[in-house]
């Protein structure tokens, strides 16, 4: 959905009335926002009990604050983890990938097969 469907003000960062949905009607909330606690109220609202809430995060000081959000009573949020997603680039070569890694390190090709 768009930002302005999920009741997001214009240049401000947090969605505001439990993003427009009715109150806990929805199993998962993924959050990609500069300051993710500042949703934390409105995910409430929205997420039905043992609901799922994955937020996506650019640095740790972000993680961070989300998590002492969440830990905050009387948030029932239990098993919050941190996960770091990482890119790999493959480059084709011809019936093969080789996977880029850094200058310093082997390179290896991974069959098709």
């Not at 039905?48 to 996506?56: H, M, N, S, V, Y």
């Not at 002492?68 to 890119?87: Q, S, Y």
């Amino acid at each position: 959905r768009r930002s302005s469907d999920l009741g997001l003000e214009e240049g401000n960062e947090a969605p505001v009335a439990g993003f427009g949905l009715a109150q806990h009607s929805v199993d998962a909330v993924f959050l990609d926002l500069p300051a993710p606690w500042a949703a934390v109220g409105n995910v409430m609202q929205v997420l039905k009990p043992d609901g799922i809430l994955c937020t996506f995060s650019p640095c740790i000081e972000q993680t961070q604050r989300l998590c002492e959000k969440l830990r905050e009573d009387p948030l029932d949020f239990v098993d919050i983890r941190t996960v770091e997603a990482l890119t790999r680039f493959y480059e084709p070569v011809s019936t093969k990938r080789r996977r880029l890694e850094a200058k310093d390190s082997n390179s290896c090709y991974v069959d098709d097969e």
